[in-house]
């Protein structure tokens, strides 16, 4: 066969990918190299052809190949290309018997060879010459879909496809197709149901039986299947219900016509297959983890009814051949068999759980897969189902509505039946009973309402599928009962199975009547019931199959279940979601005559069964021969099982139909399987890197003529042998066999690459057999000791708890690896898919951890606790720890032993280190990967070095504790603290210690420790600073050390120890910040360290001395041994400050909160602090209710303030608004008390009313007088709503006493001596006056006027503190002391801290606020006097300041406005205090105009002129409307700069108290208006004797020009009438005068039109044409405007053109008032 290669061939053939074959095992069997142009990627051997894949996707076929027509041999001596698919790129071949199967890189297939039993997929052929396509169509989709196969699987008759979502596919004949069906040939691929929804990883075919490999849990993010409510084949209800009076009975009699029975007495379980015969025996029950259920005796079908199960015994009709049958095997726990004693009728349950028995009964029919017989369903009409179910679900309405549903979760989370349910159907029913579907669902919450609580263990009863991915820990019930003792108390349940459940279930409850949706109807459930259901019966008959449920196998116990654990530990951790499983299941299916499916028996099974012996064994690979299989692990071992006839199994163990190891002598690992007809053939690891194969099974003849007989006698293997000839096939990559012929693919090695790249994997293999032994032979057997935990103390058991969890992980990540990098061996060998390199991270910190827990467990003395335990377990020499440990040394402690056993895997990191380097070493040095190998190299060596430092640390610590004194050990001595170094030399000493104190210092990794004789005192690193003393004059060599509480100085005996220490003690600080811990800065992060820690650092510390914060905790900023910026400190009685500090003290914002009495109410403070106390502006939320907002000063309210009482502000009794001193009311202020309806404004101390005020009552009663010790005494002025008066002497509030005056409202008055109080009745003594009639009603008022106010505070009294806040913040201590540049420093800082704090919390401004703030950056700059333009900057300077809070002017504006609409809203709307109200806002004027000269100083003073002659007009006007006509705007006025930015804040109070001062003189005017207004235009033109030249004649009236008739209305002077009405909509007097001086305008314009000539104005043309506009303009209180403008107008204003115009308006108003008695 071997042929010369020629020279033309494609280089590099010649080194990799070369395949060789051959047979047999003796010393003569030479390997024939078969010679192909291109290397090969992988082959497959079938009975007596082959297929090769070579590179470029093509394939060859060789051997004898009958199918094709063409050649005249059917024997292929050379390999022949299938030129069919040379346009496909192949990825996947396989060979079956007679048939062949490839897959190509879209995911398509194509099959050839024999077809009788149809296992090409092609209907109709007998035989395909050449490989045609095969589509595998999913018909469940919509539309249907093509799926995408990965690989496939050739057996004699069937073919296996495995899919791109990881199903199995199957088609061709036999029952080894897991199908369900009966009719053979399957032309059609069809989807192995059994296996759906599981993630399978590989799949095999032998001669008549199938293998899949299966990922023991799905991945999470996985669509879930909703379960069916129907069966798959015949569409009928799988679940019927019956309603008895007691008890319903729930059947599960549907059987499928078109469904698979089992023969030879197996009984279908609800689950899998069949018990696990030989290894358990006949005891009566089955390990936990093993979810089957069968039944122990086997019913023939048989028309006798068995309706007592109590009573009949059911007939045995036991297969004799099958003594090992009598195993129940129960779901999820153990179960004593019910019906299998029916002697005993109230057998409990063992561990009180409870099965349901689905089984299907027939009589053994061995060797066999046939059809079952028909039956139906007792409701083959589904209509009736659904109205029995609406039937019973409306009775559930009536019987439940009266409960209230709580949340579904307590329902399902706490019922048992919650713990075990997971919502993947992860081991799907056995089809022909298969439960999946909601019309279950729907039945159990239906009937579960109809019948009440006593029916919650149905759910449970009848959900047994979704037992199944979950197993309860532990081998044995007496551990399990263990583990459940310390869970008594606790609830376990696995809480994302049920949430998805609950989604799944209210997705599917659409019954008609059920409460809103399932998610209630479960509530009915009550967790806690024990549930009685009525009798559990089996009735078998012909026609159907009833299960119902007893009382006995329902009983609960009232004991909770042990959490149910997921079988993969933990399952799958993001990061190593891409890395190969190791977690994995083998399910085999297919004929089992000669034992070849692992289940223990001969009998075949239909559907795929998991062979429960190989669960935990980490299986990778599968392989079958014709009638054994192989299973290779991840410990590099061979399971074997099936026919043995020729050694093929590779041991001689019996029996053969389970699983058992292949015999290999020590140190062989096996890392690739192959399978022929009789033989068995291993890829493994030897001494030398080379790896080696081994053999066993057949031996062939060389002659090929031999007899029948000759072969069934020839010699075989006992067990593996060493093939001679493996170490001169260069390096094998995989093997496969096939037939009686077995092949290799081998690669030379190549500049070394091949080599290191088998060393790297086979170290790799190496060491997880390493850690696996340690595993099993050492760990395993320690944590079964019960005394374990009690001999190693709570904290080293803890500590070895964490070692065992960090070792799994580190073993499971190796195993992952060491399974990635064989496959890659078998695959690509392209370096970039190497795991060790793509997550280095994932490795280094892997191993970080896992050192970390090391060290911790041997710094706490663990090693030493473990001795005795392993004396215990092991022996008194413990030979398995010497030997595991590979310690080299003689006689040393076993503590010792053992860590260095431990710290094995460190060695490890050094080995991936040094292959990486050799594999780098194979490529070119610019090259990419050359760059990433070396980087890798040198993070895994960087890390090895880190990690042996961190080992030599722990046992320096530990060596330290030794020696240490035993008292401090115990307080000092913590698993991750290390020692650093420690001063027991005297190399350290404390400065002006005593003579005879004993100082000795120790630096931990977190904390320096000053130990005494018997007291020592630990220092966090993180709050400690060290710095060198300089020694030019001390001549000593000390260090400082600072800590929050403390500092000291200790002095070093040299300067090579002071900077020892020194580096020491700052590398430590470093670490401690940078939170790394005792583990220091791994090498891999590539972070540099400082030489010195930063002055200034965030931590954490617990004060102990200091009194005002003892046993607080501080977390936050510091700077040299004081807390210093942001931080938090919380005291141990509940306390809590957070904020800034500065110098250790409080300082800046701050929120500090005080827990109350009460437990739900606190004093919470938020606002500024100074030197650790309250002081500046603040909220303070009293545990009362009250809340004072105002500023503070040394803890207590001081300044100005506002306290609101009452639990909500709506419904407050009372507000206080005004002058605080040391907490107390004192100076002006304002109270309003809600819930009396009075509001006093006046004077105050020591919180109480003392001084001049004012009182106003919700009934308009005016007081204004002097008070003492909080009641109206002295002098004062009563004033009713209706103007009585009374002048004189008070008591006490409201309460006359003594001499006074009682003026009536129509001038009458009393002189004399008055007691009583107002409102109840008067006693008096006096004389009665009548005053006389010529006095005028005006003269009575002003006497009133006259009266009031005078006994009032004077506004200039008013706010003191508001303003003296403001010259405070402006750096001034009072009002005009201080430097105008200090004033700006300070709105610079205020302006700048609040833009950063708006910074950190945007949402506090608004885009416009953001905007002012940057332009007020800009100071208004001038040199020399203030002319227009610089008046004009500042003015707009103003506008902005005053805008904005964050501006000293600015917040005193707000406040001013806050204070004002406090006085003059509410009860204060007044009429008597609108005077005050006018002069509260000039005394405002005049002030502000003070702080801004004091800001701008060459402003000039109020009246003042301004340098430059005016351009245009000053600054009245802020709207900018500069006009024409020469106006005053060169006079400076507050008014005119400060109204503009104060009044539209403050005119609604004040308006309102001019509406009610006005009302009758405005009521009056309004009456006459509305009179005359009914008059058409030029009857009223007539009326108020407008001259008829000014008669407008024509006017336009929406852009058309009108005659003016007789009954036009509201068309002249239409523009001037406009414009007068923008009065009322304008703030200031200046902008109300500016709209009258339109008005005036509009009226010129209109008349200039009319006479079409220039004229003057003279008062008496003008005033009737002015009133017409007036009367037109229909102002409603133009009386309030009026006397507005006349009280607020500048004073420079009043005679100007402005002030004659006003005086027109005014006349108006008073002209329109009489205008009915003229």
Known sequence: MEKQISCGEEDGSGERGLLHTWMGYSYSTTPERILLSRPVLQAALGARHGVLLVEGGQVYSFGELPWKQNHTSSVVTEPVLEAVLSEQRVVFVAAGSVHSGVVTEDGGMHMWGENTHGQCGLSGLS?????????????????????????????????????????????????????????????????????????????????????????????????????????????????????????????DGHHCSVGVELDSGETTSAFEGSPDQSSRGKQGKSSPTEPVLSMPTQIPNSPTCITNPESTPPPESKPASEPQNKVPASSQEPVEPTIENPEEPEAPPTNGEFC??????????????????????????????????????????????????????????????????????????????????????NLVVSCASAVGERVVSTYEALSLRKVIGYWVPGERVEERLRQEEPMQGKKSSSLGDIREEEAELSRRLSLPGLLSQGTHALLLLHPVCRLHIAEFEVKE??????????????????????????????????????????????????????????HGDLLPRPQPVCVKSLNGKEVLRVAAGAYHSLALTAQSQVFSWGCNTSGQLGHM???????????????????????????????????????????????????????EEEEKTGEYTQQPVLLPFCMNLGYVSSVCAGGRTCAALTDCNVMGFIASLHELAAAVRKYYCKLSNINSLLLQPLLKLDSLSSTLGQSSAGLLQNLIGRFGRLSQLTGQNSASLTSFLRRSRDIRGLVILDDAHLFLDTYSEYCSAVGDLLVMGGFQALVKPCHDVFGK???????????????????????????????????????????????EVSSVDYQKLQDACSKYESMALHLKRRRKEAEYTLHFWKSFPGKMTDSLRKPSRRLICESS?????????????????????????????????????????????????????????????????????????????????????????????????????????????????????????????????????WVSGKPNGRGVVKWPDGRIYTGTFKNGLEDGYGDYVVPNKNPNSCDHYQGQWKDGKMHGFGTFRYASGEIYEGSFQDNMRHGHGMLRSGKLNSTSPSVFIGQWQYDKKSGYGVFDDITR???????????????????????????????SNNKMMGNGVLLSEDDTTFEGEFSEDWTLNGKGVLTMPNGDYI???????????????????????????????????????????????????????????????????????????????????????????????????HKTLESLEFIPQHVGPVTLEVYHTIRRYLVKACDTPLHPLGRLVETLVSVYRMTYVGVGANRRLLPQAVNEIKSYLSRIFQLVRFLFPDLPEEGGSLADPPKEKGGSDPAGKQLESPKPGCVVSSSALLLPVLLPRLYPPLFTLYALEKEKEDDVYWECVLRLNKQPDLALLAFLGVQEKFWPVTVTVHGEKQQVLSSTKDTCFASAVETLQQISTTFTPSDKLQVIQLTFEEITQEVLALLKQDFLWSMDDLFPVFLFVVLRARIRNLGSEVSLIEDLMDPCVQHGEHGIMFTTLKACYYQIQHEKIT
């Open 985 to 1117: 030399n005297k190399a350290l000493t404390l400065q002006n210690a005593g003579r005879f104190s004993v100082n000795w210092f120790i630096l931990f990794n977190d904390a320096l420790v000053h130990a005494q004789f018997s007291t020592h005192h630990v220092f966090p690193l993180a709050t400690l600073w060290v710095e060198p003393i300089s020694e030019e004059n001390t001549g000593i060599y000390g260090l400082k050390v600072t800590s929050p509480e403390e500092s000291f100085t200790l002095l070093a005996s040299s300067p090579a120890e002071k900077a020892k220490w020194l580096r020491s003690i700052n590398q430590a600080v470093e670490q401690a910040l940078s939170g790394l811990g005792h583990d220091g800065i791994p090498p891999s992060t590539g972070v540099t360290q400082r030489a010195d820690p930063p002055i200034s650092r965030t931590a954490s510390y617990t004060f102990y001395k200091d009194s005002r914060l003892k046993e607080a905790i501080y977390e936050g900023r």
């Open 877 to 923: 020499g413990a030979e398995v720890v010497q030997k595991l440990s590979e310690c080299s040394e003689e006689d040393l402690p076993l503590a010792d032993v053992l860590a260095h056993l431990f710290y094995l895997p460190i060695k490890h990191l050094h080995e991936y280190g040094r292959l990486l380097l050799k594999l780098a070493t194979c490529y």
């Open 653 to 707: 163990e019996s029996p053969t139909t389970l699983p058992h190891l292949a015999k290999l002598s020590d140190g062989i690992r096996v890392w690739d399987i192959g399978a022929g007809q009789q033989h068995t053939l291993l890829l493994a690891d030897g001494d030398c890197i080379q790896p080696i194969l081994y053999y066993s099974g057949q031996q062939v003849k060389e002659v090929m003529e031999q007899t």
């Open 1311 to 1409: 002189e004399g001596s008055f007691s009583g109080v107002w409102g109840t009745g008067l006693k008096m003594s006096g004389t009665y006056y009548k005053p006389s009639l010529y006095d005028s009603d005006k003269e009575k008022a002003h006497a009133l006027y006259d009266k009031l106010g005078r006994l009032a505070v004077h506004s200039e009294e008013k706010w003191k503190a508001v303003f003296l806040e403001c010259w405070n913040r402006l750096g001034c201590d009072s009002p005009g002391q201080g430097q105008t540049t200090t004033a700006w420093d300070n709105i610079a800082v205020a302006l700048t801290a609040n833009r950063r704090q708006q910074r950190d919390s945007p949402e506090l401004l608004s885009r416009s606020h």
């Open 541 to 598: 008959s012909a026609s159907n199959a009833k299960t119902e449920v007893s009382p006995r196998l329902l009983r609960r116990t009232s004991r909770h279940r042990a959490r149910a654990v997921p079988l993969a530990p933990g399952g799958i951790p993001e990061a190593d979601a891409h890395l190969p499983p190791l977690q994995t299941e083998v399910w085999s299916w297919g004929r089992g005559q000669e034992g070849q499916l692992g």
């Open 1237 to 1267: 309806g009075e509001k006093y404004m006046g004077m105050w101390l020591d919180d109480q009313r003392q001084g001049n005020a004012v009182v106003v009552t919700q009934f308009s009663l005016y007081y204004e007088g002097s008070f």
């Open 356 to 441: 349901v028995e689905a089984s299907e009964f027939s009589t053994p029919e061995p060797d066999s897969c046939r059809a079952t017989g028909g039956k139906s369903s007792p409701y083959p009409d589904e209509q009736a189902v659904k109205a029995y179910l609406k039937r019973l679900s409306d009775h559930a309405l009536a019987e439940h509505t009266t409960k209230t549903p709580s949340t579904l979760h307590s329902a399902q989370l706490s019922s048992d039946c919650a713990d075990c349910f997971t919502s993947d159907p992860l081991i799907p029913v056995a089809q022909s009973v298969t439960p999946m579907g909601s019309a279950l669902n």
């Open 127 to 251: 035989v395909i010459p050449n490989p045609t396509p095969v589509g595998v169509l999913d018909s469940e989709a919509m539309p249907p879909q093509t799926v995408k196969i990965l690989e496939v699987a050739c057996g004699d008759q069937h073919t296996l496809a495995l899919s791109a979502k990881h199903e199995v596919w199957a088609w061709g004949s036999g029952c080894q197709l897991g199908l369900n069906t009966s009719k053979f040939p399957v032309w059609k691929p069809q989807k192995v149901e059994h296996l759906a929804g599981r993630h399978v990883l590989q799949v095999a075919c032998g001669a008549a039986h199938s293998l899949a490999l299966v990922r023991c849990l799905p991945p999470p993010h996985e669509p879930r299947k909703p379960p069916q409510d129907k069966c798959g084949q015949c569409h009928q209800m799988l679940y019927t219900m019956t309603d008895r009076e007691d008890h319903v009975i729930i059947s």
